[in-house]
């Protein structure tokens, strides 16, 4: 069987270091070899946020990390402010609602970053606001919402901040403790650079203090995180969560760490400014136009209009079919008009990026 690279928003292409881990024979989820790598992973992972706040690691997807933290955070009733740019915006929306939560959304076109002054105007309006949620990095359009001054707002206002980091962590600068993130929501299969199957919630202080200081009954045995800590407290020495890992995802997903800290930080952010501009470059040269000017979006992925005439679908199939590399589409109203490719993680290379655009260019001009 051929591999397939991938080349999407996640999961991201492996190092071979760490499939090499994962191909391992199984082990258990408990016990002093599992506790070692349990802990370094989260230790690791509060380097990358930035925080000394709790970490949890915890079976599933992104938005399942996103429904546990909402669970824990925000109770039934509670009004929430939450920014809606694109697609994952509005999922962020649905999962608030599932969880009770009252939203109050603000919408802009999913060509436009989220602005702090909405934001602020809505909370001066509204005292009974007890939080603000917004996505990072909008992973439907590649747009990077400004992070930082959304947390300033909050603070300013005292409430608390929420953020989605799902795509985000380790793509671009983030700083839970500094920019006064209260809580925020990563996976393992985008930048971090493991396998997908974990997501992972980090609690600042004044998080964690609203979560103890919920009257309302948690609704969820298992997305509730104040049971997680319980685990942590009571079982730490060799069980220190509820359920069963993905051991294989963990032992991967610490490699992937170890290398990006390796690395640094702050190397692989110019690794990936190196990567976005020697492919958008590309990509214009070939008669493809950027789905925002380049300021606005991430360093980890580009989304770009497919050249008139040219379907998006059509397009993603056959570079999977003709050369093995897989990108994807947009979402909605860009789904036959939009290519998104995501460059994140720490295998991909800038031969990979020239070999992406030698296969389009072929495409195209066959088209």
């Known amino acids: 069987m051929s591999h397939l690279k991938l080349m999407i928003p996640g999961p991201v292409e492996l190092e071979a270091e760490v499939l090499e881990l994962m191909g391992k024979p199984n082990v258990p989820h408990y016990g002093d070899e599992w506790l070692k790598a ?213 032992y991967g997903l610490r490699k992937a760490l170890q290398n990006l800290l390796n690395e640094g930080l702050e190397a692989r952010f110019q690794k990936y400014d190196l990567l976005a501009r020697r492919l958008r470059e590309g990509l214009m040269e070939i008669g493809l136009s950027l789905f925002v000017p380049e300021e606005l979006m991430t360093p980890v992925l580009t989304a770009a209009y497919c050249p008139p005439g040219i379907n998006a679908g059509q397009l993603v199939k056959q570079l999977e079919t003709d050369f093995q590399i897989k990108i994807t589409s947009g979402f909605q109203q860009y789904k036959e008009r939009v290519i998104r490719i995501g460059h994140m993680g720490g295998a991909i290379t800038e031969s990979d990026i020239d070999e992406l655009l030698d296969a389009l260019r072929q495409i195209i001009s066959e088209l």
């Open 38 to 250: 349990h802990t370094e992973t989260v230790d690791m992972l509060r380097r990358i946020f930035q925080t000394s706040g709790k970490i949890f690691l915890m079976p599933g997807s992104g938005s399942t990390g996103l429904d546990a933290a909402v669970h824990s955070l925000f109770s039934p009733g509670e009004h929430v402010v939450v920014g809606n740019n694109g697609f994952f915006g509005a999922r962020l929306t649905e999962i608030l609602e599932a969880n009770g939560a009252i939203p109050i959304s603000i919408h802009v076109d999913a060509d436009t970053p989220l602005d702090a002054a909405a934001f602020d105007a809505v909370l001066r309006g509204n005292p009974n606001i007890v939080g603000i949620a917004a996505v990072h990095l909008e992973t439907s359009t590649a747009v990077l919402n400004p992070a930082q001054e959304i947390a300033a707002i909050a603070r300013k206002h005292d409430k608390l901040c929420f953020i989605d980091a799902v795509a985000s962590l380790a793509g671009t600068d983030l700083r839970m403790d500094e920019w006064g993130i209260d809580m925020c929501v990563a996976a393992s299969q985008k930048a971090l650079g493991g396998a997908a199957g974990l997501a992972v919630i980090a609690v600042g202080e004044r998080g964690w203090q609203a979560i103890e200081n919920r009257t309302a009954p948690m609704r969820s045995w298992s997305l509730d995180l104040k049971r997680w800590q319980w685990y942590v407290d009571n079982w730490g020495d060799w069980h220190p969560h509820p359920g069963t890992m993905p051991t294989a995802v963990l």
